[in-house]
Antibody
């Protein structure tokens, strides 16, 4: 069974940093592109970032470019999202999802709240 | 960015009746590899999204056959042949052809 488990969310002040993690199991993690999608409270889905299997390609939504980085450790089946210079509008539930052009498996999400 | 526009944004359906959601993209979603990367997701309240349809019309494993996807170019549709109580929630289309990936606004389906 494919499983994606996110962690690392929490309350942080504007300008602060947070590192999200996603641990994968049940499939060959190193064979898949991986993606982060977020959902602000009561709002729709927003794609955030995607990383290739070997991390040679990374893509970001414009609103997080220069502030967020995405990385992966295929030996540990883990995906990370390093979020710096956080803003109030980064507040959201962050999902880890499998795939590049579509996402067939999603985690349960980890909540990031940016507030003073 | 490719704008994905869903309609309607809200849908109230009688159990057993059909439902249809439209998704229009601001650019054609046909890719140079011959595929069209348009997906549909369903999100129940308090749950993570679940993919129903990928590449316009391919149904995911375990998805009931009352769900079907169709369309091409810039115009796509998700149809539910007979709505059941478990179908309530928000439905999103998503394009996976261009960067950045973009989602529709979502369509909230409720039972009348």
């Amino acid at each position: 069974e494919v499983r994606l488990v996110e962690s690392g969310g929490g309350l942080v002040q504007p300008g602060g940093s947070l590192r999200l993690s996603c641990v994968a199991s049940g499939f060959s993690f190193s064979s898949y592109w991986m993606t982060w999608v977020r959902q602000a409270p009561g709002k729709g889905l927003e794609w955030v970032a995607t990383i290739k299997q070997d991390a040679s390609e990374k893509y970001f939504v414009d609103s997080v470019k220069g502030r967020f980085t995405v990385s992966r450790d295929n030996a540990k089946n883990s995906l990370c999202l390093q979020m710096n210079s956080l803003r109030v509008d980064d507040t959201a539930l962050y999902y880890c999802a499998r795939g590049m052009s579509s996402h067939d498996s999603w985690g349960q999400g980890t909540l990031v709240t940016v507030s003073s | 960015d490719v704008l994905m526009t869903q309609s309607p944004l809200s849908l109230s359906v009688t159990l057993g009746q059909p439902a249809s959601i439209s998704c229009r993209s601001s650019q054609s979603l046909g890719n140079s590899d011959g595929n069209t990367y348009l997906s549909w997701f369903h999100q129940r309240p308090g749950q993570s999204p679940r993919r129903l349809i990928f590449k316009v019309s391919s149904r995911d494993s375990g998805v009931p056959d009352r769900f079907s996807g169709s369309g091409s170019g810039t115009d796509f549709t998700l149809k539910i042949s007979r709505v059941e109580a478990e179908d309530v929630g928000v439905y999103y289309c998503m394009q996976g052809t261009y960067w950045p990936r973009t989602f529709g606004q979502g369509t909230n389906v409720e039972i009348k």
